[in-house]
């Protein structure tokens, strides 16, 4: 039970952020890029965007529950000590685990629409690396900024991901 640790700032849930996007690099490689390379010069084949999408989102949704379930911490979690519990301090169950992952993901909601904004008010396409750009602002800055908006501060504020998914990020001690 890990009930009494603080919640974790802001800074640190941006730094968090930013590692993990970085481990995503090669959990990405591994489990998409790799074998989509294979497929596309042993047979010629290749994936449909929609496809890949989804590929993509399930092998990082595979990613992030185990971890969670199983831990608690991802690899960027542990290396910067922070923690995802239940509002109890319990590790996430699978299905708990499913919805913070589906919710977390949401920011891609407010990229697409702005994307859309942006092409309508340009009258073309931003390109491919604004988007990414826009994509990482969202992912790392408009999310862990939800937690100004929380009024708890007794037990810490905590993202609207986490309100809704009834979990919470703990910052441990160093030393464990």
Not at 16 to 23: A, K, N, Q, W
Not at 28 to 48: C, D, E, K, R, S
Not at 165 to 176: E, F, R, V, Y
């Amino acid at each position: 039970m890990d009930n009494f640790y603080p919640a974790v700032t802001i800074k640190r849930r941006i730094y968090v952020g930013l590692y993990e996007m970085l481990i995503l690099l090669g959990v990405w490689a591994l489990g998409y890029l790799v074998p989509t390379l294979l497929l596309g010069i042993l047979f010629n084949i290749q994936l449909p965007s929609w496809l890949a999408f989804g590929i993509v989102y399930l092998l990082f949704g595979v990613y992030f529950v185990w971890y969670w379930k199983n831990t608690g911490q991802t690899l960027a979690m542990q290396t910067w000590h922070v923690k995802l519990v239940d509002l109890e301090g319990n590790l996430l169950s699978k299905n708990q685990g499913l919805i913070r992952y589906a919710l977390s993901t949401l920011w891609l909601i407010p990229t697409v629409i702005i994307y859309g904004a942006l092409k309508m008010i340009l009258g073309h396409s931003i390109g491919n690396w604004p988007t990414i750009e826009l994509m990482f602002f969202m992912a790392l800055v408009f999310w862990p900024l939800t937690c100004l908006f929380d009024k708890d501060r007794i037990n810490g504020r905590q993202s609207l991901v986490d309100r809704l998914a009834k979990t919470k990020l703990i910052q441990l001690p160093k030393n464990k």
